[in-house]
DNA sequence: TGGTTCCACAT
DNA sequence: CAGTTTGGAACCA
């Protein structure tokens, strides 16, 4: 028979025959869930001989190859001498198969030791991953089965033995089903809630195709639409049946991966639930991270996909569900004191029915979020070729990672392989000079001009051939780096002007899609979010791909590529810089891509004359733009000293919009009474106030710190824990509250967000410092010194007002008395 | 006081 | 588990 299906998530099995075979989930154009197996794709590995006459020799002792282990014997099926390309260039290798992935592992380590072996590459990939990228199945799309239908308990609605598989149409699939979910759980005094104590006492479902559900196992009178459920025994089968007859294509949690799914199988554990679905839930370890898989249903972790690859863009404080809905959705969580759910659920059951439209509205939210963010993950698919599951779950150098290894096989180019764990650590200590920044003039300037170059990294991988494999020795026909400095000496690269490597290839065929795509969006009248999706997923592959080669996992790592990039984004942003000034531009200010320029006598005319001028001297794809014009800018001094301080400056664009960059107003780690007092005297400044309006607001300020008039909220300090509390060497004052919430049962540990506020005593300032709830006071001298001074004194500096010359000014006796102690 | 450690941010 | 540069607070010797 001949069914159209799309495929949503790749498995692969092996039956008691030992025999193999790749599992498609998906979708057919009818509705159906189906399951395609091909069992005619073999595990595979490259093997690279020392000499070229060594190969017939090799390939006769590979072929001889067997293992005995655990009662299972792997051998070899088959040796084939194949033409590739590694590094760019023709080579020859033996292609290695085995019957089964575990074979694999056993066969591929025995061939490594063989004599004349140079080396193996590929044999540490999942085949189910390689599967997609050697038959170019892109999930979503649209494919066509031809194969003998069987029947096999599986949870889907169709099993077949594929023969063929071929693309019908490359559209995605329009309306998946999605199934949101979440899960309410017993605590008792603040707690949280442990997995082996407290029950599971509510599971909302929430879907786009009008399916809405709250499951619990304590009766109440209710509107919404709630089923009561005997027990948690009860609750838990009734949740997996429900995924059954719901069968949506994918299941949807925010933070997922991290409580619900771990909850669940750990509540299964504890009722000795067996559960039905597939193999149950499955809490997979990936390194430090946990996966929660469901067979036959595509869990998508919503949380990771919108910190990891969203975040990059969103910066927010912090990616809590409360949080994160706040600054992307229209609608809102609940206001609920959700640890009160305990107590209620002994004592107050008539009362339940708020969690249970609070615990429905988190399900809700989870699925609004996952619709926001679908259009991105579906383009990411599209250019990685791997499917939902990970791509919700990747990181921006697994996303690079699949992009390379997708298109590599088209260039028949062998992958290079992951790094062991001394290459690893050589890789971490080995760093190199990173990007250029001007050194500002103190000042307030006006009339100010931003220019920058449209992805500089990417581009100049394409314009210079930047890759591992065009390294060259030779200098002719080459691209040449300007001088850079390593162990000291200084040196100089050259790449291969002669044939463009593959990877510069692929990084300029997402630079030109992404300009088409902006030109269809450009012609819209409407906002596109597919096009601005599709758009932002090329973006954020292309400007990985420079970090990609100086990370220290990445398969095609290469410092070389990474410190040529920097070294020639340096040598384009000075000429910029040096061009303005020839052309009569005052530079103010640049960093890594961007200059910035005073306008002075010219006109806007002049400025897009000069970027026209410097555009025709650009090789290839390379592009100055003009980024905004800007009213008013303020450059400050580092602390301590006359130098303009680098990183930090707060600029108000013509229309009015306030840019700060790098001042205490947008840090973590500052009180919210400093960052509001900076912030407000920023705005005085770049919209033109008085400097006696600014004093004068700064004054009222202090007095009322002073006075202990501020809430203390206002004096909250949040500090982000980056290792265990164990593991610090110097003890700051976050750690030191960190230590006292743990003693309160707290589970605070990497990742957490310590907020604290420094109360009045003697001592150092973490001896001074507080959980919020445990302060009484604050100390207001260390609020004026350590905070609110320090915030602002930099910014009156530039007005030519030092704060601290009022110390011995009469006249000025108030703003006295605040820096004397009071 | 200068040196080290730690954190957040810019790009 | 994408890179380096930078400023600045807090602690330590």
Aim: net charge negative; with cysteine; charged share 30%.
């Amino acid at each position: 028979m001949i069914v159209e299906f799309y495929p949503l998530d790749v498995g692969y099995e092996t039956n008691v025959d030992g025999k193999g075979a790749i599992l498609l989930f998906g979708r057919t154009t009818t509705g159906q869930k189906i399951c395609v197996f091909d069992t005619t794709y073999e595990p595979y590995f490259y093997v690279f001989a020392k000499h070229r006459d060594a190969m017939k020799h090799l390939k006769e002792s590979i072929e001889a190859l067997k293992i005995e282990q655990d009662h299972h014997i792997s051998f070899v099926t088959k040796v084939e001498i194949t033409k590739m390309r590694y590094m760019d260039k023709d080579v020859e290798v033996l292609k290695v198969y085995v019957p089964v992935q575990k074979d694999l592992d056993a066969i591929r380590e025995e061939v490594r030791v063989l004599r004349d072996v140079g080396d193996v590459r590929e044999g540490d990939l999942p085949i189910q991953k390689r599967y997609l990228v050697d038959k170019d199945i892109v999930p979503l799309a649209l494919y066509k089965v031809e194969g003998e239908a069987f029947e096999r308990s599986m949870h889907v609605d169709l099993c077949i033995m594929a023969e063929s598989i071929s693309l019908v149409d490359s559209e995605f699939l329009e309306k998946p089903k999605i199934l949101a979910f979440d899960i309410e759980v017993y605590c008792q005094d603040k707690h949280f809630p442990i997995a082996e104590k407290d029950p599971v006492l509510m599971i909302a479902l929430y879907s786009n195709y009008g399916f809405q559900k709250v499951l619990t196992w304590k009766k109440f009178s209710s509107e919404l639409p709630v089923e009561f459920l005997e027990d948690e025994s009860a609750l838990l089968r009734r949740f997996e049946e429900i995924l059954e007859q719901e069968n949506p294509d994918y299941l949807v949690g925010y933070f997922s991966d991290g409580f619900d799914i771990p909850y669940l199988a750990a509540r299964a554990k504890q009722n000795h639930l067996k559960m039905h679905l597939g193999d149950g839930f499955k809490v997979a370890r990936r390194g430090e991270v946990s996966v929660g898989k469901i067979k036959g249903i595509i869990h998508l972790d919503i949380f990771k996909f919108i910190k990891q690859i969203m975040g990059g863009s969103l910066k927010l404080e912090s990616y809590s569900l409360r949080n994160v809905v706040e600054n992307l959705l229209e609608e809102k969580k609940y206001d609920i004191a959700i640890e009160e759910i305990g107590v209620v659920w002994d004592e107050q059951p008539e009362m339940l029915e708020q969690f249970c439209s609070y615990n429905l509205q988190d399900a809700k939210l989870a699925l609004l979020l996952c619709e926001k963010v679908l259009p991105n993950m579906n383009e990411l698919v599209r250019v990685t070729g791997q499917p939902l599951f990970e791509i919700c779950r990747s990181s921006y150098s697994q996303l690079v990672e699949f992009y390379f290894m997708k298109r590599a096989r088209e260039f028949k180019e062998i992958y290079p392989n992951k790094p062991n764990n001394q290459e690893v650590a050589w890789r971490r200590m080995h760093t190199y000079e990173g990007a250029f920044v001007y050194e500002p003039k103190p000042g307030l300037y006006e009339h100010l001009v931003v220019l920058d170059y449209r992805s500089l990294y990417p581009s100049l991988i394409v314009a210079k051939n930047i890759t591992p494999s065009m390294l060259s020795e030779e200098r002719k026909e080459t691209y040449e780096t300007p001088f850079i400095e390593e162990d000291g000496k200084k040196i100089k690269y050259f790449f291969s002007s002669k044939e463009e490597g593959f990877i510069p290839l692929i990084v300029k065929d997402l630079i030109l899609r992404r300009n088409r795509i902006k030109e269809l969006i450009k012609k819209e009248e409407k906002k596109n979010f597919v096009l601005e999706a599709r758009s932002y997923s090329l973006k954020i592959i292309a400007n990985a791909t420079y970090g990609y080669f100086g990370f220290f996992g990445a398969r095609w790592y290469s410092r070389e590529c990474a410190s040529s990039i920097t070294a020639f984004g340096r040598q384009y942003i000075q000429d910029v810089i040096q061009k303005s000034e020839e052309s009569g531009f005052q530079v103010v200010y640049s960093d890594t891509d961007s200059v910035m320029v005073v306008l002075g006598e010219k006109t806007k005319e002049d400025i897009f004359r000069f970027l026209k001028e410097v555009n025709e001297q650009l090789p290839s794809l390379m592009e100055v733009e003009l980024e905004d014009f800007y009213s008013r800018g303020i450059f400050v001094t580092k602390k301590g000293e006359d130098k303009g301080a680098k990183k930090k400056y707060a600029l108000i664009s013509e229309k009015g919009d306030m840019k700060v960059v790098g001042f205490e107003t947008i840090r973590r780690d500052w009180s919210f009474i400093a960052k509001e007092v900076q912030k407000k005297v920023l705005e005085m400044v770049l919209r033109g106030s008085k400097i006696e309006q600014a004093l004068e607001y700064i004054q009222e300020v202090l007095t009322e710190v002073k006075n202990e008039q501020i809430p203390k909220e206002k004096m909250i300090i949040q500090t982000q824990l980056k290792k265990k509390i164990s593991g610090y060497d110097l003890v700051g004052p976050h750690v030191m509250v960190a230590k006292r919430m743990r003693e309160l049962g707290e589970d605070v540990g990497p990742g957490s967000v310590i907020k604290y506020i420094v109360t009045k005593g003697k001592g150092l300032v973490r001896d001074k410092a507080r959980i919020p709830e445990e302060a009484e006071d604050y100390d207001p001298d260390y609020y004026i010194r350590n905070q609110v001074l320090p915030a602002v004194e930099k910014i009156f500096e530039v007005l030519g007002h030092n704060l601290k010359e009022l110390e011995s000014d009469k006249t000025q006796n108030r703003l006295q008395k605040f820096w004397n102690h009071g």
